[in-house]
Nanobody
Framework: QVRLAQSGGGTVQPGGSLTLSCSLSGKTSSVNSVGWFRQGEGKELKREGV??????????WYADSVKGRFTISQDNAKNTVYLRMNTLKPDDTGVYVCAAHFFTSGGLSLDYVMGTPILLPDHFGWWGQGTQVTVSS
């Protein structure tokens, strides 16, 4: 059993920054990857992959919409994964949820849509409680 506890989030003006945290506890040896997903407001409950990190070698993946603005990182000593979000836009608004899994492929398991790698929530087994991020002036 792995538990994920999130913190951070809130309301920020466009151009602002926020940092989200995802702390893992329990049988953390069962986890080698963490992903962040965004669930948009006013839409069907679909989670969009935003960023992912393979904990064993720090390799990362980002959605095109957040590249250059978001940074995913880990603190091994604290069993915590962070998502630093800079230059936030109104389109970044949503509920952010972290998720964890153990991939046997030697890295993040990415799917491809029209040649673009994406991180799907279907592959992840453990989930945090979600935190609201609102970007509004």
């Amino acid at each position: 059993q792995v538990r994920l506890a999130q913190s951070g989030g809130g309301t920020v003006q466009p151009g602002g920054s926020l940092t989200l945290s995802c702390s893992l506890s329990g049988k953390t040896s069962s986890v080698n990857s963490v992903g962040w997903f965004r669930q948009g407001e006013g839409k069907e409950l679909k989670r969009e992959g935003v960023a992912g990190i393979y904990l064993l070698d720090d390799s990362t993946w980002y959605a095109d919409s957040v590249k250059g603005r978001f940074t995913i990182s880990q603190d091994n000593a604290k069993n915590t994964v962070y998502l630093r979000m800079n230059t936030l836009k109104p389109d970044d608004t949503g509920v952010y949820v972290c998720a964890a899994h153990f991939f046997t492929s030697g890295g993040l398991s990415l799917d491809y849509v029209m040649g673009t790698p994406i991180l799907l929530p279907d592959h992840f087994g453990w989930w945090g409680q979600g935190t609201q991020v609102t970007v509004s002036s």
